[in-house]
C-alpha cells in the first residue's frame, strides 16, 4: 500500500445519490458496485447545477451501534442551492484526514483501505476518528484510467479519513 498522509481539506459541499445498505450478510458488497456502475455509466450526476469539477466522491456514512450505513455518490457544488428531487446534501468542514492512494480494481480495495486506516494506522496514533463521514475522491487521474482500459489499467483514488487529535 501508498504511504499514508495527513492532510486539510478545505470544506466541502457534496450533492448525490445515496443508497441504505448494510454489512449483515454481505449485503453491501452486493449493493455498492451495482449502484456505483450505474451512477457512471447514466451519468446520473452531471446534471447537477453548480458542479464545483468533474471528481466525484463515494461517502460512507456511518450509523453508531448499527451495521447499517448510507453509501452516497456525488460531486462537490458550489452551493446547497437547488439540490435536485432524489438527491442528498452532505456538508463536509474544514479538518484533517489521513489519505491514502489507492489502485482500484474493485470494492475490496477500498475495504482494505480503510480497514488499514481505521484498524491498523488510527489506534497507535494521536488520533482519532472525527464524526464526519469517511470518503473516496476520484479525479482524472482515476477516470482518465478507468474510461480508457476499465480496472485492468489500475486507476487510481484516494481514501480519505476525517481524524481530530485525541489530545483535544
Request: with cysteine.
Amino acid at each position: 500500500m501508498n504511504e499514508l498522509k495527513i492532510v486539510r481539506r478545505e470544506e466541502m459541499k457534496v450533492v448525490g445519490k445515496c443508497l441504505h445498505t448494510s454489512f449483515l450478510k454481505g449485503q453491501s458488497k452486493k449493493d455498492i458496485p451495482d449502484f456505483f456502475h450505474n451512477i457512471l455509466e447514466q451519468k446520473k450526476l452531471e446534471g447537477i447545477p453548480g458542479r464545483k469539477n468533474n471528481n466525484q466522491l463515494c461517502i460512507f456514512r456511518f450509523k453508531r451501534d448499527t451495521p447499517e450505513f448510507d453509501y452516497i455518490m456525488g460531486t462537490e457544488v458550489i452551493s446547497s442551492d437547488n439540490i435536485p428531487e432524489n438527491m442528498e446534501f452532505v456538508y463536509f468542514p474544514e479538518i484533517e484526514y489521513v489519505s491514502l492512494k489507492i489502485i482500484k480494481r474493485g470494492h475490496e480495495d477500498v475495504g482494505r483501505a480503510f480497514k488499514h486506516i481505521i484498524e491498523g494506522w488510527l489506534p497507535k496514533s494521536e488520533y482519532e476518528m472525527a464524526n464526519i463521514p469517511g470518503f473516496i475522491y476520484y479525479d482524472q487521474e482515476f477516470f482518465s484510467v478507468f474510461y480508457k482500459d476499465g480496472y485492468a489499467g489500475n486507476p487510481s483514488a484516494t481514501v480519505y479519513v476525517p481524524i481530530i487529535s485525541k489530545n483535544k
